[in-house]
């Protein structure tokens, strides 16, 4: 065996190694790594980012105050034709005379605050019923059995309505206001997060790590909460991502069917959005800012879930 | 097969009872109840009673809920608070434009979506699938309102393509058979009207078409790809059977079962768009009335939309299931 190829061998060996060290690591800093070389998840992140940082730094960097008001020859409300985009309004004025562009940059916080509580209730309420239904059903013996029934049976029957419908039949029952638009568009959403944790509980219950906690006389709650729950949240947290671009729509809509708040004290663009639909011949340009605020960042937050679903798949792991 | 069909109608039953249960509940939940929705704010205690004993608000909850079911089993939601008809009337005269438009919708997300999906896992990596794949994405993101009032505002206000309004021109006449315009129109021979009807459907259709579409397109390209690679298509591509023989006998019929489910779903989703839609419109099918009913608190009205389209949804879910059987012959073996 010649130098030459003793010295090739070597590097061959040393790129396995190296390569079965990529591989190693924890599986959440495998999908990191994955995430950071996908152009949907750098695009989503950045998006995300961006709106982030103008929704803490909103009022601070808004160059009006969003909710005054400059009458006079100005604005014709009557004649539904406002001012345009020009040097001192960069978007122009909207039906009230007040700045776009401080509008857009305030209402950012309001539009993530909407998306964040109305994840966050279906989050929190939808896992917690399938986090009980699958605790229950797995460790409560025959009666845990039929809570665990009863309660998927009832998610079951909320599936069957559309979410606006759910979102709908919510606000009826509260009155119109953002809160109502918060509380509706979460509701829709906890049968999703109930069917989504139970079902990802149910796949973790029956694998090894279980058996042996159990083997090792582990009490049932603690492999419920520190060993099943914390390896079943991937595909929920993917969910709530994605969920965060649906809720702010949602949301949106929900105030075009008149369920919000019509002139909440700081902006909220999908207040504004359906606000600016009754000027939309005269004025298009109220109704595009919020639009594209919307669109833009509910497609950060998806670019960002599906990437985090891809990055989570065993089966497109495996294709690497 | 028939024990599988009998044991999903059964678990339909239930469903449907824990829906009413549902429904009965919030009724009983709305602000005030619902002596205070029917009457005017400076009714007599008098007038409270008379009407709470003719609603049997006196009875017990049981008996009230029984009634509940009763009435809605024979499709009796009361009557509605704005328009004072009864509510199953106006459901019944609005279903058609709703159907129509919702078919439209479909039809376009269908005959775009799968052929468009197909291809994109076909071209896999190009600008193709590219520009399919962020197209979806983007669909999924704009908000179906703005969508129909910007499509509204550029081709019929400014450009005057296509009508803003509407089902039909104003004064045409037209012989109702089903309800649905265009369909009515073929078969009595007025081709004209149903000719309207498409040129009015055209844009309430695409703009409700929006989600599904995208939806079908994602949900095509995945499954194409995970059929393409499998053995059975290395091998019929190996036999040298013609492209268009293994498109559709071995690629395609092993895709469409998760498209099936997907299109199913989106079907009950679309009545939820709908009430967008044709309150930009002005469409004149459930969507607007449901709008209107939402606008004004009409709750009776509500309630017996939300009941009708959850029977809608959960039906379609069934037929949806029951297709596996003629889709995948599998399932059949194994029930």
């Not at chain 1, 999908?31 to 909103?58: C, Y």
């Not at chain 2, 520009?131 to 005057?160: H, N, Y």
Request: a positive charge; hydrophobic letters at 50%.
């Amino acid at each position: 065996m010649t130098i030459a190829r003793i010295e090739k061998l070597d590097r061959l060996i040393e790129a396995s190694v190296s390569a079965r060290e990529a591989q190693t690591g924890s599986l959440l800093r495998q999908s990191l790594r994955r995430l950071k070389r996908s152009p949907m998840a750098v695009t989503g992140g950045v998006i995300v980012g961006l709106f982030v940082v103008v929704a803490v730094l909103g009022p601070f960097i808004a160059p009006y105050d969003p909710t005054a008001q400059t009458w006079g020859k100005e604005v014709f409300l009557n004649r539904n034709i406002f001012p345009g985009p020009r040097a001192e309004n960069w978007f122009g004025l909207d039906h009230l005379g007040r700045d776009m562009f401080s509008r857009m940059i305030v209402g950012a916080r309001q539009t993530l605050l909407v998306g964040i509580v109305a994840t966050l209730i279906g989050f929190v309420a939808g896992a917690a019923l399938g986090g009980v239904a699958a605790a229950a059903g797995t460790f409560g013996g025959r009666w845990g059995e039929r809570v665990e029934a009863v309660i998927m049976r009832t998610v079951d029957v909320a599936l069957a309505i559309p979410m606006l419908l759910l979102a709908l039949s919510v606000a009826a029952l509260l009155g119109p206001s953002l809160s109502t638009v918060m509380i509706a568009v979460g509701v829709a959403q906890i049968p999703i997060f109930a069917r989504l944790l139970r079902g990802s509980m149910l796949a973790q219950a029956h694998s090894d790590y279980v058996l042996a906690a159990i083997s090792l006389g582990v009490p049932k709650g603690r492999i419920v909460v520190s060993h099943i729950l914390p390896n079943s949240l991937g595909p929920v947290i993917v969910q709530a991502t994605l969920v965060l671009a649906t809720a702010i729509i949602e949301a949106a809509a929900l105030s075009y069917l008149g369920l919000g708040n019509p002139d909440p004290g700081s902006p909220e663009w999908g207040t504004m959005l359906a606000d600016a639909q009754r000027f939309l011949s005269g004025a298009p340009q109220l109704a595009i800012y919020p639009a594209v605020g919307i669109i833009v960042t509910a497609l950060g937050f998806t670019l960002l879930g599906e990437a985090m679903r891809e990055s989570l798949d065993p089966r497109l792991r495996r294709q690497e | 097969m028939l024990r599988y069909t009998v044991k999903r109608l059964l678990q339909l039953a239930v469903a449907l009872l824990g829906l009413t249960l549902l429904l009965f509940a919030w009724f009983k939940a709305l602000p005030g109840g619902p002596e205070n929705m029917l009457l005017p704010e400076n009714a007599t205690d008098q007038q409270r009673e008379a009407l709470r004993a003719s609603l049997g608000l006196d009875e017990p909850i049981w008996a009230q809920y029984a009634d509940f079911v009763g009435r809605a089993v024979r499709l009796d939601f009361g009557s509605s608070l704005s328009s004072g008809r009864p509510i199953a009337t106006e459901l019944a005269d609005r279903l058609p434009a709703t159907i129509e438009l919702s078919l439209a919708a479909m039809l376009i997300a269908v005959g775009l979506g799968i052929p468009l999906g197909y291809l994109a896992a076909k071209r896999r990596g190009t600008w193709l699938d590219f520009a399919a794949v962020s197209g979806s994405l983007l669909g999924t993101c704009i908000p179906i309102f703005f969508l129909a009032a910007m499509l509204k505002v550029v081709f019929a206000q400014e450009l005057g393509l296509l009508p803003t309004t509407f089902r039909l021109s104003a004064g045409s006449t037209y012989t109702e058979v089903t309800g649905l315009r265009v369909f009515d129109g073929l078969i009595t021979g007025e081709f004209d009207v149903a000719w309207d009807a498409v040129v009015h459907l055209v844009l309430p259709a695409i703009a409700l078409s929006s989600i599904p579409l995208a939806v079908i397109v994602r949900i095509t390209r995945a499954s194409v790809l995970d059929v393409v690679g499998e053995d059975y298509v290395r091998t019929a591509d190996a036999k040298g059977l013609k492209p268009s023989v293994i498109r559709g006998r071995h690629v395609m019929r092993n895709a469409m079962l998760p498209i099936a489910t997907i299109i199913g779903l989106l079907l009950g989703s679309l009545f939820a768009g709908a009430v967008l839609t044709e309150s930009v419109f002005s469409f004149g099918g459930i969507g607007s009335f449901v709008y209107q009913a939402t606008t004004e608190r009409d709750y009776p009205a509500l309630m017996g939309f939300i009941l009708v389209i959850a029977v809608f949804y959960v039906v379609i879910n069934l037929l949806v299931d029951l297709s596996y059987g003629l889709l995948d012959p599998r399932v059949r073996v194994r029930s």
